[in-house]
């Protein structure tokens, strides 16, 4: 049976996700969840993912979430390119220091912000709380500050070396979210732009491709 994707292109590991298949060339069916109703809360998705969150996957009656988790077990279950999640434990264990900081650490700051400054006011029609905003803003900017210092901070051209990897791709989507959020990531942070770039270029057409959904999000919040 063919591997079943469930995601919504609104949700950063969704789409980090859904890059990760596409470059990969893993063979998948894609079934998409709109959160915008509700239906990563009901059946039938219910019975894919207990949480009620995207990504999960469905192999053959094997179900899984977590997209972190669900890179691990695609990467060792097919024949994926050793630069996306290697197989060496040293190179594996780089990728993985990423992942783990990114989630509470970037994640938390610019999907915080995504949130307050978009997805919320867009659900329910309100504009958001200054003071949350404010508070998120400012969290988001640590975050991309650290970003910037911390892991690009030794010239390397990728998250952990000189090749692509996970890494680069759940923190470029993650950090792309900002920007359709009304705010530049990249200013004052010259080494986070170039390295914002090259993934880009890289990771061409899926990642473009992946990012349209959110083209009519960034009209959206340019009206609030």
Known sequence: MTLKYYFDLLSQPS????????????????????LRKGEHKQEP????????????????????????????????????????????????????EFLEWHHLDLRLGCAMYFQTRVLKPMLTGQPPSEKSLQMFT??????????????????????????????????ACEIEQVAFGGHDPTKGRPKLGVWLERVRKDLSPHYQEAHTFLEKFRTASSKL
């Open 138 to 171: 400012e969290r988001m900017n640590t975050s991309l500050d650290n970003f910037e210092n911390l892991w690009l901070g030794d010239g390397r051209p990728y998250l952990t070396g000189n090749q692509i990897s996970a890494a680069d791709i759940f923190a």
């Open 15 to 34: 789409r980090a996700l859904k890059i990760f298949l596409s470059v990969t060339k893993i063979p998948h069916e894609s079934c998409q969840v709109a």
């Open 45 to 96: 998705y219910l019975s894919v993912n207990r949480f009620g969150r995207v990504p999960a996957i469905d192999d053959d009656g094997f179900k899984l979430s977590e997209s972190v988790a669900i890179v691990r077990y695609l990467s060792n279950k097919y024949s994926v390119p050793n630069n996306w999640y290697p197989k060496d434990v040293k190179g594996q264990a780089a990728v993985d």
